[in-house]
């Protein structure tokens, strides 16, 4: 959730029902977001113990996976009305060569709801082809693979979706909105046996897609003090900036601390963007990618500066989790709007201007690599192996706790820091003597759950095994 906020209040362990504003007091951006998250987490814990971990309503069942061109003539639109000639012709030609319908209708997952209103083929999805192994060429002669369905949740800003703003008042960025995004995904699974024995290996297939352990973050900005003379205190044990702020940690390239993986961090939770007013212009041979913007930030304090680092993304970049090398500004010309950066883009990202292409900075400074992330450095130790953000704000790693685990982190896990100039200090759990609390992620949450599952010859043949390891159930009252 990379929007403006203050801070995120919301722990389903304090049990809280709802919040009660009172009068006279002052509102807050945390207490209406913390009711929301209340009310979010009841209905979706409330679904998942009736469904279970997945399971759509027999009448409406979403996100059937459809090879037969048969059946694919029978379909109708979410209002069941019949499809659009043009759409029927596209879905039908599409088949084969690995290619297959996705079906309209309701799932949950983990008691969120996914809808799907327009059937669509695979390959015809926000951000396809998610890998180079996504693809039906690379899935030639794979042997068994699982089609599952992929389940998060994401923040728009106005930059994402521009009917957010009203025009009457002048278009202000007010709220945002949060999406539940899905993706329909293959996973290669080898010789599993997910084919021939459906649901009961599909589990134990999807399992390998979450971290064998959580990775866990500990915050601080006071220092403990080592000085024994008591009249005297460290200048540097405290948060020194002069706003408070949302620290945002933000994983950027996955695997383990000792396999590469790195991260990124921002003082405004990563709220600050710009959209492009048009596609980025790549000079190869300087290595350099030059983009005109549609604004330079609202003020001095959240917009760019020379020397910092920005991540050229769109809706594409964004659903397949991409994780490039971040951008250095070179210049900038106020008067046309146009920034020169170090480096190039993910190839095709920000060309097309209906994907929401945007700059979206972050705050590492000159602490950052070559590619404009920091190592991710892992420490058991709470007294050492802390790393510096700014402002005496420092995190630490935590290898994993479990014997012999190890931290798999995941492109877009992230952790929340406010820091508050009042008390000089983050607001992150921990008694004053002790080390703070190694905490996992905040977000993002995936959650998954078995469509079908087959295989593809040499030929780019795809033939479902089992074509359908989805749940179903009936109404209560028949």
């Not at 207490?31 to 009448?59: F, K, M, S, W, Y």
């Not at 769109?314 to 989790?321: N, S």
Request: net charge negative.
């Amino acid at each position: 959730m990379k929007g403006d906020f203050s801070r995120d209040t919301f722990d389903p362990a304090n049990h809280y029902t709802r919040v009660l504003i009172q009068q006279g007091r002052v509102q807050l951006d945390a207490d209406l977001n913390e009711q929301a998250a209340i009310t979010r987490h009841h209905l979706q814990t409330l679904a998942a113990d009736l469904i279970g971990p997945h399971g759509g309503p027999v009448a409406d069942l979403g996100f059937a996976v459809i090879t037969d061109p048969k059946d694919v003539a029978a379909l109708s639109d979410a209002y069941g009305r019949p499809l659009d000639p043009a759409l029927l012709a596209r879905l039908q030609n599409g088949l084969g060569r690995g290619d297959f319908v996705i079906g309209t209708g309701r799932y949950y997952v983990a008691g969120a709801l996914c809808e799907n209103d327009t059937p669509l083929l695979y390959s015809d999805q926000a951000g396809y082809p998610f890998d180079a192994a996504s693809t039906p060429d690379a899935l030639r002669g794979a042997g068994e693979f699982l089609i599952y369905l992929d389940v998060w949740e994401r923040h728009l800003g106005y930059a994402e979706a521009a009917e957010l703003r009203e025009v009457a008042l002048g278009g202000p960025d007010t709220a945002g909105r949060a999406q539940l995004s899905w993706q329909v995904r293959i996973l290669v699974v080898g010789s599993t046996g997910v084919g021939s024995t459906g649901q009961a290996a599909a589990p134990a297939a999807l399992a390998a897609l979450a971290p064998p352990t959580v990775a866990s973050l500990r915050a601080r900005a006071k220092a403990p003090d080592t000085s024994t003379d008591a009249c005297q205190i460290d200048p540097a044990a405290s948060y020194r900036g002069l706003e408070n702020q949302l620290y945002r940690v933000e994983v950027h390239d996955p695997g383990t601390a000792a396999g590469g993986a790195t991260f990124k961090w921002s003082r405004e939770n990563g709220s600050v963007v710009m959209g492009l007013a048009g596609p980025p212009a790549v000079d190869a041979a300087a290595n350099t990618t030059t983009v005109e913007l549609l604004t330079l930030g609202r003020d001095e304090n959240l917009g760019l500066v020379v020397g910092g680092w920005v991540e050229l993304v769109d809706d594409g970049y964004t659903i397949r989790h991409d994780a490039a090398a971040l951008l250095r500004v070179h210049s900038i010309e106020p008067d046309s709007l146009t920034v020169l950066l170090e480096g190039a883009p993910a190839a095709g990202v920000g060309v097309d201007d209906t994907a929401h292409p945007l700059l979206r900075r972050w705050d590492q400074g000159d602490g950052a690599g070559p590619d404009g992330t920091v190592a991710i450095v892992e420490s058991a130790d709470p007294t050492t192996g802390w790393l510096d953000l700014e402002d005496g704000v420092q995190v630490q790693f935590v290898p994993g706790f479990l014997p012999g685990g190890t931290n798999t982190y995941r492109t877009g896990d992230y952790w929340l820091i406010p820091a508050r100039t009042a008390t000089g200090d983050v607001d992150w759990p921990g008694e004053a003597a002790l080390a703070p609390q190694a905490l996992p992620p905040h977000g993002e949450t995936h959650d998954y759950a078995p469509l079908a599952a087959g295989s593809i010859n040499a030929d780019g043949m795809l033939t479902l095994t089992a074509p359908d390891l989805r749940r179903r159930f009936g109404p209560l009252a028949q």
